[in-house]
């Protein structure tokens, strides 16, 4: 499996931004549905984001609306998650996905290839 490393967590105010990264190996992010994930304490792993393998649809959880989104960098291997005005309801640990193209992106299930996560804070 492809390992995916996520980076650019931390503790930020509320309403500002933060960029996270998932770092692939070379070609992942052509051949798989790329997502983002998260998990408050005590909840369960939730959809955020995701991206198609061609780059041509993405997909947004409700809960994050218009505030974040999703690319992805074929040159880099790279899939970012620009969050915005951010909330507390957003700590969460975040974790990057992978799943086969055709898999229902919102889908946890569909995804078999998971980073170890990165952890953001918001403060209010």
């Known amino acids: 499996q492809a390992q995916l490393v996520e980076s650019g967590g931390g503790l930020v105010q509320a309403g500002s931004s933060v960029k996270l990264f998932c770092t692939t190996p070379p070609r992942t992010v052509m051949w798989y549905t790329m997502a983002w994930f998260r998990q408050a304490p005590g909840k369960e792993r939730e959809f955020v984001a995701a991206?198609?393998?061609?780059?041509?649809?993405?997909y947004n959880s409700d809960s994050v609306k218009a505030r974040f989104t999703i690319s992805r960098d074929i040159y880099k291997h790279t899939v970012t998650l620009q969050m915005n005005d951010l909330k507390s309801e957003d700590t969460a640990v975040y974790y990057c996905?992978?799943?086969?193209?055709?898999?229902?992106?919102?889908?946890?299930?569909?995804?078999?290839?998971w980073g170890q996560g990165t952890q953001v804070t918001v403060s209010s």
């Open positions: 996905a992978a799943a086969q193209p055709g898999a229902p992106a919102r889908v946890l299930g569909s995804y078999d290839n």
């Open positions: 991206i198609s393998r061609t780059g041509s649809s993405t």
